[in-house]
């Protein structure tokens, strides 16, 4: 019997991207629905009552909840013979350490840089270039976070990417000056069919970056 | 070989505590080292550089850092015994959902509850109810979050109970009497040698707490 695999998503949230990426990594046919957060759909409430939010994969009926617990729910069912995690205890520990790092210090420094004004933004900038700047040592020489393959905390990560022109824009400093290696690395995802097909149109985004801030300011 | 295995810890903390567990469960011998954390160690410095934080697992010299990072590394390499996250991945996905809950929403309404008053504690007690009701309800009729053994969400979320009784003088309220049903599963857990060895006696975590009220000058 076919799988049935459903993919509710929110087309800008670099966390719905994360999962498309690792479907799409492992030869998965799925099926997105787009939801409307402002409104969200009896199936959303019904499939993520706790957190009542997006991504929620929906497998054969079955709902997976929170990206990470979502993209090592795709890593364990498909395609054993292309692992995102590595097989060695430590080499898992040290790559489910580093998704950590982006999911607490990366997400929340870039939304910060994005919502909050003044001296609390230039705090909030600060503390992404630095962020970035420590992976950028954790990258090294290496191709992708997980060595030569791409991986666990590259799939989780790249979905961001989306957002650093904006926040260069905002503020005032270039990525490709500050972290030449995440840099470098991101043009090398970006030739990956999973995460071009995966990640939306960067205009498209970016207008809505913009169209979001002016809300904020309204606000 | 012998394998060398030393935990960085602090006596109060949540978080070393799940390691405590995990370990014991697995009948790994260890050597647990209690932190200052107002002048932390060299060792910690040099194995946690990025968050300088505890718990930190050195294992034969490496370090793994971040509770719940750990206890997947220790199910993974003493795979032998008392297996913590369950073989189906669905059942994983399940664990791991709810143990990520349990993190971003318990630790920081704790925090509330013992540190604030007036109406932002009265919000926070709430919450507090109202997020463990919903484990009662994840839990149903099962003895345990794993079933008919101590799993993964048990040894994730019972180190919160030895804070209960500082919640309770604190916020004055009876956690008792809102979730029976959870107490009891926190009873049956402390009847488990690996759990009642690892658990600190809640009485001196509230003396704990009271000396970080007077530290911080709070009421």
């Not at chain 1, 995802?189 to 498209?204: I, N, T, W, Y």
């Not at chain 2, 369950?86 to 993190?103: G, I, K, L, T």
């Not at chain 2, 008919?148 to 919640?167: H, M, N, R």
Request: net charge negative; charged share 30%; with cysteine.
């Amino acid at each position: 019997m076919a799988d049935e695999v459903i993919l509710l998503d929110f087309w800008p949230s670099p966390f719905g991207k994360r999962v498309m990426i690792a479907l799409r990594e492992k030869g998965v046919e799925f099926d997105t629905r787009e939801e409307d957060l402002s409104n969200k759909s009896p199936l959303l409430l019904k499939m993520n009552p706790v957190r009542k939010q997006i991504p929620v994969l929906i497998h054969n009926g079955k709902p997976i909840c929170e990206s990470l617990v979502i993209v090592q729910y795709i890593d364990e069912t498909w395609g054993p013979e292309s692992p995102l995690l590595p097989s060695d205890p430590y080499e898992r520990a040290r790559a489910r350490f580093w998704a950590d790092y982006v999911d607490k210090k990366i997400y929340w420094a870039a939304r910060s840089a994005w919502v909050l004004t003044g001296e609390a933004q230039e705090a909030a900038n600060k503390e992404f270039i630095e962020s970035l700047k420590v992976l950028e040592g954790e990258l090294g020489d290496k191709a992708y976070f997980g060595g030569e393959r791409f991986g666990y905390v590259d799939v989780l990560l790249i979905p961001f990417s989306t957002c650093f022109h904006a926040l260069e824009t905002l503020g005032n400093y270039s990525i490709v000056e500050e972290c030449p290696k995440v840099a470098a690395w991101v043009k090398q995802c970006m030739q990956r069919e999973s995460v071009a097909k995966s990640l939306p149109d960067q205009h498209k985004l970016d207008d809505h970056f913009v169209a979001l801030k002016k809300e904020h300011q309204a606000q | 070989m012998a394998d060398e295995v030393i935990l960085l810890d602090f006596w109060p903390s949540m978080f070393g505590m799940r390691c405590r567990i995990a370990l014991a469960a697995k009948g790994v011998k260890y050597e647990y080292k209690d932190e200052d954390l107002r002048n932390k160690s060299e060792l910690l410095l040099k194995m946690n550089p990025i968050h300088k934080k505890i718990p930190v697992l050195v294992h034969n010299g490496k370090p793994v850092c971040e509770s719940l990072v750990i206890l997947q590394y220790i199910d993974e390499t003493w795979s032998d015994k008392c297996p913590l996250l369950p073989s189906d991945p669905y059942q994983r996905a399940q664990a791991r959902f709810w143990v990520d809950y349990v993190d971003k929403k318990f630790y920081e309404l704790g925090r509330k509850v013992w540190s604030t008053k007036g109406e932002e504690q009265e919000t926070a007690k709430k919450e507090m109810i109202e997020s463990l009701k919903l484990l009662e309800g994840e839990l149903g009729d099962k003895p345990f979050f794993g079933g008919e053994k101590l799993g993964f969400l048990d040894v994730a979320i019972v180190p919160f109970s030895t804070w209960f009784y500082a919640y309770e003088m604190c916020g004055n309220f009876s956690l008792e009497a809102e979730c029976p049903k959870f107490m009891a599963w926190t009873k049956r857990c402390m009847e488990i040698e690996s759990v009642s060895k690892s658990l600190v006696d809640p009485h001196k975590v509230y003396g704990f707490v009271l000396q970080l009220k007077k530290a911080f000058g709070i009421e």
